[in-house]
């Protein structure tokens, strides 16, 4: 269909567009459409009396019906939407919609399972559709980083024949007979790539966790980008690449959409100054002991409880102002096993947390296979990850990496729930739509 979407069009000119009927008033003498597509939105006007031929079309259209048309668009000081409007000599009825099902009476909202249920028709609001088009321009933006940086982009096996990583939390599938496993992770995969010398890769891809969680910030599926390259001197390289992708994303999303945000979500886009903070783990719990009096027992302090996280978004802004903060120094039972750990066995790795949750995992891995093996070994780890270890057997540099939630990332920016951040949300209570 050749047509003209509502941003592009042409003032005193005739333009053919097509989109969903946001609203109608279809009086005696004249109707009124508000027609929408995915660039904005546009008044058709139409005198019944010049075009009695298009009088049964307008008595079908109902609201959220697909049409097209073709007019005269012309500026108007009446008209408070965009200041302009159509005066068709057209209308094509594409798709007549029945009355929208999850419509709530004024003053209340409308449950999120009934919005999930009907999800494509829940994606047509202006919020949705804000929200969708700023985590494509997040992830392209960190892909166009990547590649400026000389990263290449690689797609890893969903289907695994062992369990990756502990073997906690994976879906079982029936393979030709044989037990297959979703992956969890293309954290080996990645690093199968570092032996193979492509030395900084990257990939956009789905991930699986069988874990019954129903928090604000998890699911069963989600998408999840990942890097990893070679050839680092220490963990720091890695958030260091880390601070500056997040930075040149954000910065391009309040370019782009910061003025729409504003108006649609009230969320002033914060793009971050560099370096981003970093704190060991043990200082973060000095800070939220002395400063607000949350305490832990000392049984807990080798990771970063989920309270303890919330409270770093209040730590870091009065620390430093800064809404992320690298938390360091978890202990190796809370670290996976490929993990490199310093000289006195703390794992070179982090957390990073922006507005009080975890958004990415990242490390310095081990290269060295006899340690490797050993960890894994210690791990209780043994023929399930046989195959990876071999990578190591054949000279791999030194590397690190680490995983961004993109759904995480945008449930964050725009405060909503991953049920709302996700195109198509999957938790242990559902498969549908």
């Not at 249920?117 to 933006?141: A, C, E, G, H």
């Amino acid at each position: 269909m050749v047509r003209t979407k509502i941003k592009d069009i042409k003032l005193g000119e005739v333009n053919h567009v097509a989109g969903f009927v946001e609203n109608i008033r279809n009086k005696k003498t004249m109707c009124f459409i508000v027609l929408r597509d995915i660039s904005g939105k546009l008044q058709i006007t139409i005198e019944k009396g010049k075009h009695p031929e298009m009088e049964e079309d307008l008595a079908r259209i109902t609201v959220d019906s697909v049409i097209e048309a073709t007019g005269l668009v012309q500026a108007s000081e009446y008209v408070k939407l965009n200041g302009m409007e159509m005066y068709p000599d057209t209308i094509k009825i594409d798709s007549i919609a029945e009355a929208n099902p999850i419509v709530a009476p004024v003053g209340e909202e409308t449950n999120i399972d009934t919005r999930l249920d009907y999800r494509w028709v829940d994606i047509r609001t202006d919020k949705n559709t804000l929200m969708f088009k700023v985590q494509s321009l997040f992830v392209n933006k960190m892909r166009e980083f990547l590649n400026i940086n000389e990263f290449t982009e690689i797609h890893t096996p969903k289907l695994i024949g062992a369990e990756s990583e502990s073997g906690a939390g994976v879906f079982k599938v029936d393979y030709f007979g044989r037990d297959a496993f979703l992956a969890q992770s293309p954290q080996f995969y990645k690093q199968m790539a570092m032996a193979a010398g492509l030395e900084r890769i990257y990939e956009v891809g789905p991930v699986f966790r069988a874990e019954k969680f129903a928090t604000r910030k998890h699911s069963t599926e989600f998408t999840s980008f990942d890097l990893e390259f070679a050839y680092i001197d220490s963990f720091k390289d890695v958030m260091h690449m880390e601070e500056e992708m997040i930075t040149y994303a954000l910065k391009a999303v309040k370019e782009t959409y910061g003025d729409e945000i504003k108006k649609v979500f009230d969320i002033d886009v914060v793009v971050p100054t560099l370096p981003f903070p970093v704190m060991d783990l043990q200082d973060v719990y000095k800070e939220l002991e002395s400063r607000y009096g949350y305490t832990v027992p000392e049984s807990e302090k080798g990771d970063l409880t989920t309270e303890g996280e919330r409270m770093v978004a209040k730590l870091s802004q009065d620390m430093f102002g800064h809404e992320f903060l690298f938390v360091t120094g978890y202990s190796k039972e809370n670290r996976a096993f490929y993990h490199m750990r310093d000289e006195h066995g703390v794992p070179c790795g982090y957390d990073l947390i922006w507005k009080g949750c975890e958004i990415t995992t990242g490390a310095q891995r081990e290269h060295r296979y006899d340690i490797l093996k050993a960890q894994a070994a210690e791990k209780g780890l043994g023929k399930d990850i046989e195959f990876y270890l071999q990578f190591f057997k054949y000279g791999v540099p030194p590397h690190g990496g680490f995983a961004i939630g993109v759904d995480r990332i945008t449930m964050l920016l725009f405060n909503v729930g991953i049920r709302e951040a996700e195109f198509i949300f999957r938790g242990p209570d559902r498969l549908n739509p």
